[in-house]
Each structure stands twice: as C-alpha cells, then as structure tokens.
C-alpha cells in the first residue's frame, strides 16, 4: 500500500531550508503552465541563490486543451528532481477511468474528461458517443488506454497525496480537521471542501491546497488556497515559500 504523504514532517517554523513555489490546479493549461514557470526561473534568478522545488497541487488533467502535454512536462520535471507532484481527484478519477470503472468515467466526461481523451489522441467520434453502455464504456476506455504511455500512467499512480515540508503541508484538496495526518482519508485529502474550508482550528502545519478556485490567493492563519480557476480564468499561480516568507506569482488573466 503506497503512502499517503511523500515524507515526515520536519521542525517548523519554515520550509526546511528550501525555496519552494507551489503551483496550483493546471488542467490542461500547458500554455499557462510554461508561462508560470518562465516567471519562476526569473523570480529565482534575482533571489538569493537557494535549492529550489516546485510543489504540483494536482489536478493536471480535464477542462484544458493540453492535459498530454502537462503530464509530460511534470513528468520529465520530476525525473530531474525539480518538482514534486501530487495526485488530484481529477487524475484520480482518470486511473480510475483506467481501472475499468464505468461510473466514474460517466462522471468523468460530465468534469472535463473529454478535453483529455482529445488530448491523447482518442477519436472525436468515440468521444461524442460516449458511455452509454458498459460495451461503449469499455471501448472508450480502452482506445485511452492504448494512447497513454505506460511511463505516464505508472508516474500518475506513484504520485503521493500530500507532502510535508518545513512547516507546510500541501495537499490537493484539504484535510478533516482534527484527524492526524497519518489517519486521514485519502478521499478527503483528494476532494474535500468542508468542514476543512470553513475551519478555523489549528493544524499542525499550514495547509497549502488547491481545489477549491477563489478570484485571488485565499490566505487565511491555517491555510493558504492557490487554484485560482486557471482554465477558465487564465490565471494560473504560483507561491513562492522560503523561510518564514511567501509571496505569489501568476499568469496574466484572459
């Protein structure tokens, strides 16, 4: 059974000697994302010089026209050490489309899902026909099966769902207030909204998550929300964390 989390946490109150710019959900928005990371190389190069990593929210896939693309940019970038990636419920949802589960993929093409078939190359007509059988249902998901590379596939199932650092947790979605890390569900980690939004309890870390789109980065004492609905809006963000510091990044809007 794979971890829920990528390491142990370490003392606070900082990033544990790291310069961390954590990036909020893509989907599919590969031009934001080479955007933003353009800013970040630039941000990088004026700061003092420091070890350096990025912090993938999750949600990579769906909605955007370039979720092939996106997946295998963070892919190459967490080879060469210089991002770490966590699982969204949308690329979730996709291995579990994989899987051979039929209802999530009737879900999954009502949240985006067809941009990524598009993406990898799935027919359009299979696409408008959708699932409307378990017979259909297969088919569909067996033409994404052939076009993924088996290297993709195997890096989205070996993405952890948080990762401590420092006096940070990131994690995609949130988690339930009061439980401890080490017994939390993964789905609540993946999908949740409240009562993790809502809290006003202290965590053990501050909580650096995604998921839930506001209009501007949502700063709040025991957590920091950074999706700010790039593949509607345009606006993909980043935050810069070092030390006791932090500051954000974004691509302009539409």
């Known amino acids: 059974m794979k971890p829920l989390w990528s390491r142990r946490p370490e003392s606070p109150p900082d990033t544990a000697g790291l310069r961390l710019y954590a990036i909020g959900d893509v989907h599919g928005r590969f031009d934001l994302l080479t955007e933003l990371l353009r800013r970040i190389e630039r941000d990088a190069s004026v700061r003092p010089a420091a070890e350096t990593r990025l912090v993938m929210l999750g949600d990579?896939?769906?909605?955007?026209?370039?979720?092939?693309?996106?997946?295998e940019l963070l892919h190459a970038l967490s080879l060469e050490g210089r991002a770490i990636?966590?699982?969204?419920?949308?690329?979730?949802?996709?291995?579990?489309?994989?899987?051979?589960d039929h209802e999530a993929l009737r879900f999954w093409l009502d949240y985006g899902g067809d941009a990524t078939l598009r993406s990898w190359g799935v027919p359009e007509d299979a696409i408008e026909q959708g699932c409307r059988s378990v017979a259909e249902a297969e088919r569909l998901a067996a033409a994404l099966r052939d076009r993924?590379?088996?290297?993709?596939?195997?890096?989205?199932?070996?993405?952890?769902?948080?990762?401590?650092?420092?006096?940070?947790?990131?994690?995609?979605?949130?988690?339930?207030?009061?439980?401890?890390?080490?017994?939390?569900?993964?789905?609540?980690?993946?999908?949740?909204?409240?009562?993790?939004?809502?809290?006003?309890?202290?965590?053990p870390w501050k909580v650096v998550h995604g998921h839930s789109v506001t209009d501007d980065v949502d700063h709040r004492p025991n957590r920091i929300g950074i999706d700010t609905g790039a593949y509607r809006t345009g606006v993909l963000t980043a935050l810069g964390l070092e030390r006791d510091g932090c500051w954000t990044l974004r691509t302009g809007g539409a």
């Open 60 to 71: 990579y896939i769906d909605r955007g026209p370039q979720s092939r693309e996106v997946c």
């Open 85 to 100: 990636c966590l699982r969204g419920n949308h690329d979730q949802t996709l291995l579990d489309v994989l899987d051979g």
């Open 148 to 203: 993924m590379a088996p290297a993709i596939v195997d890096w989205l199932r070996g993405l952890p769902a948080c990762h401590v650092q420092g006096s940070y947790l990131f994690v995609h979605a949130g988690i339930r207030p009061g439980v401890p890390l080490d017994r939390q569900e993964e789905a609540d980690l993946l999908w949740i909204r409240q009562p993790f939004l809502a809290s006003e309890a202290r965590h």
